[in-house]
């Protein structure tokens, strides 16, 4: 069965500075990576994702994620965080186009000013 | 582009209640999933729908029940509610084999039960 792991619950960065968010998952055979991002009170949006090909994937408002296969790693960066990346972030995981997408407990970042 | 639609928005319950989550897609979307989130513990599947007439437990399926009433809806029933069931619920809804399989959200129903 495939799992989510992220392994920082809470993230404070002061504002401009750099950001990674870490994610890894288990999983025996190969995989679709997702990171979404949750602003409070709304749904999950859809930042970034990754399916075949490059292992750099880059997403919406600046977010990149690099997918590492032999660390089983899918850890979210950005180079210069804003107030309004204040958030709670998902990594996720799913075999195929039609299985289930299993979700990570997620990371709250804080941007402080 | 309404995307996934769900109804009510918040909802408070009795104990021992009934009450079913509504949940509707407009992008033909073969798959169809509802997601239980709680603080701490991320988002939690409680069931799926792999296509139109198919259904299965996810991780959390006590005492709740799914029907996927046609391709575009997807309903979620509390039969009697406990407080174990305040949460926040989610709908989402995937294209399905041979597509790209990120999921959309919908906006959520926030359900408290007293």
């Known amino acids: 069965a495939q799992s989510v792991t992220q392994l920082d619950s809470q993230v404070p960065v002061f504002e401009e500075a750099p950001v990674e968010l870490r994610c890894n998952y288990s999983?025996?055979?190969?995989?679709?990576l997702f990171w979404y991002v949750q602003y409070p009170n709304q749904g999950l949006q859809l930042l970034l994702k990754y399916l075949s090909g490059s292992t750099l994937v880059k997403g919406i408002n600046g977010f990149e994620a690099e997918f590492n296969k032999s660390q089983t790693s899918f850890h979210l960066r950005k180079p210069s965080v804003h107030i309004s990346d204040t958030a709670e972030y998902f990594c996720?995981?799913?075999?195929?186009?039609?299985?289930?997408?299993?979700f990570g407990p997620g990371t709250s970042l804080s941007v402080i000013p | 582009n309404a995307g996934v639609t769900q109804t009510p928005k918040f909802q408070v319950l009795k104990t021992g209640q009934s009450m079913t989550l509504q949940c509707a897609q407009d992008m033909n979307h073969n798959s169809m999933y509802w997601y239980r989130q709680d603080p701490g513990m991320g988002l939690r599947l409680i069931y799926y729908s792999a296509s139109e007439g198919t259904t299965d437990k996810g991780e959390v399926p006590n005492g709740y029940n799914v029907s996927r009433l046609n391709k575009r809806e997807f309903s979620l029933r509390l039969e009697s509610a406990a407080p174990s069931q305040t949460s926040v619920y989610f709908c989402?809804?995937?294209?399905?084999?041979?597509?790209?399989?990120?999921?959309?959200f919908g906006q959520g129903t926030r359900l408290t039960v007293v």
């Open positions: 996720a995981v799913t075999k195929t186009s039609y299985d289930k997408v299993i």
């Open positions: 989402a809804s995937s294209a399905g084999q041979g597509s790209s399989p990120e999921a959309f």
């Open positions: 999983s025996s055979v190969s995989v679709y």
